[in-house]
């Protein structure tokens, strides 16, 4: 049995849908990941055989201002999640970012390259990185800039604002590859299925600033909306952002064959589905 911990999030009820075979969903009502007497009682009854962990404290500039918790829920609880997983035999699948490298390579990202992450969301998902490792039988898929169905994210938010105003400025010196969350649960499942271990990149193909993806969120929509490009520094959020943190997906197209569509594919068929939904 499949276990998805955070199944009401946006992955977790895309990995709901996505994974094969018997597959359960807790979340915050049936378990709390930070007490490690919760994660004992739910992973020694249920005694499932992988643990998709997609609990997370999200909220980027939010870490900033509640470190404690950032690095309680993203970091800490994931070493109960994998002394749990260890004592049952499970595999411990567990969701990063691309916030934990500093974004100064230039270059595509390798599963390897050094981390530097730059804020306190990135340090906390860097050391829910090195717990998921307590356990040997581990899988790490770092993402990037997911949407999806099932919660807030950048295309709602864009989509909501086009209702209120007229023009908007996006950030145009950040760099990365929106990644729809049912791409992401298919790579998850791709993963699971060839029996891979270790650390792997997972995002859609292809890359853009958040100027670039929200122009094209517009265009795909059919929504005429004047964007205009503003620096990060001119936006001035609380948290540091890496500049370009887009992901190699190599290790994942040649471990498993699968190579994931192209971001505007992707969005383009994510805008059909929310129609239909």
């Not at 009502?29 to 992973?43: A, K, Y």
């Not at 717990?131 to 581990?138: G, L, M, S, V, Y």
């Not at 029996?195 to 005429?224: L, P, V």
Request: glycine fraction near 10%; include cysteine; proline fraction near 4%.
């Amino acid at each position: 049995m499949i276990l998805v911990v955070g199944a009401k999030g946006m992955l977790g009820q895309d990995l709901m849908r996505v994974l094969p075979g018997d597959v359960r969903g807790v979340d915050i009502e049936e378990i709390d990941i930070t007490s490690p007497e919760s994660v004992r009682r739910v992973l020694v009854t249920l005694k499932p055989r992988v643990v998709v962990n997609c609990a997370a404290y999200t909220d980027v500039d939010g870490c900033e201002s509640n470190v404690a918790l950032a690095m309680a829920v993203n970091g800490e609880a994931v070493g109960n999640l994998a002394a749990v997983t260890k004592e049952v035999g499970a595999l411990l699948v567990q969701v990063s970012t691309d916030y934990v490298f500093d974004g100064g390579k230039g270059s595509p990202c390798l599963e390897d390259d050094p981390v530097n992450p730059l804020s306190i969301y990135g340090k906390s998902k860097l050391l829910g990185e090195e717990k998921a490792r307590e356990n040997p039988d581990h899988l790490i898929v770092r993402t990037q800039w997911l949407y999806g169905l099932g919660g807030k994210n950048f295309v709602e938010t864009m989509l909501r604002l086009a209702k209120e105003k007229t023009e908007l400025a996006v950030v145009d010196d950040q760099i990365g590859a929106p990644t729809w969350t049912v791409d992401l649960a298919l790579a998850i499942s791709e993963l699971l299925d060839n029996g891979c271990r270790g650390t792997y990149h997972a995002a859609n193909d292809g890359f853009c600033s958040w100027f670039d993806f929200a122009e094209a969120i517009f265009a795909e929509a059919g929504i005429a909306m004047r964007v205009r490009p503003q620096t990060t520094e001119e936006l001035g959020r609380p948290a540091r952002r890496p500049l370009y943190s887009v992901l190699n997906c190599g290790k994942l197209v040649h471990d498993t064959g699968l190579q994931l569509e192209q971001w505007r594919e992707a969005l383009k068929t994510y805008l059909a589905k929310r129609t239909e939904a």
